[in-house]
Nanobody, 115 residues
Framework: QVHLVESGGCLVQPGGSLRLSCVAS????????MDWYRQAPGNERELVAG???????NYANSVKGRFTISGDNAKKTVYLQMNSLKPEDTAVYYC?????????WGQGTQVTVSS
């Protein structure tokens, strides 16, 4: 069993920055793979950024150059640094991990970008 807890979401002005955190606990053999998804009202959940089991990183085109995913194995935490935020980044952000053939999700953290 894997438990994921996100934090760091809040209201921020356009152009601002936020750092989201996802702490993993439970049967964690390796922090990676780990992904960040987001879901805006009326939209499907979409992949934002991910680190695969080999440590390779990928980003959605919409966030390339603005968002950075990173991990701290000692803290069992994955971060999503978000810069130059836009109103269209407003969504609930979820941490996701696939482990032993199962998908695990956190409860989500709300990010609202508005003036």
């Amino acid at each position: 069993q894997v438990h994921l807890v996100e934090s760091g979401g809040c209201l921020v002005q356009p152009g601002g920055s936020l750092r989201l955190s996802c702490v993993a606990s439970g049967s964690i053999f390796s922090l990676h793979p780990m992904d960040w998804y987001r879901q805006a009202p009326g939209n499907e959940r979409e992949l934002v950024a991910g680190i695969n089991s080999l440590g390779f990183i990928n980003y959605a085109n919409s966030v390339k150059g603005r968002f950075t995913i990173s991990g701290d194995n000692a803290k069992k935490t994955v971060y999503l640094q978000m810069n130059s935020l836009k109103p269209e980044d407003t969504a609930v952000y979820y941490c996701h991990k696939r482990s032993a053939g199962r998908d695990y999700w956190g409860q989500g953290t709300q990010v609202t970008v508005s003036s």
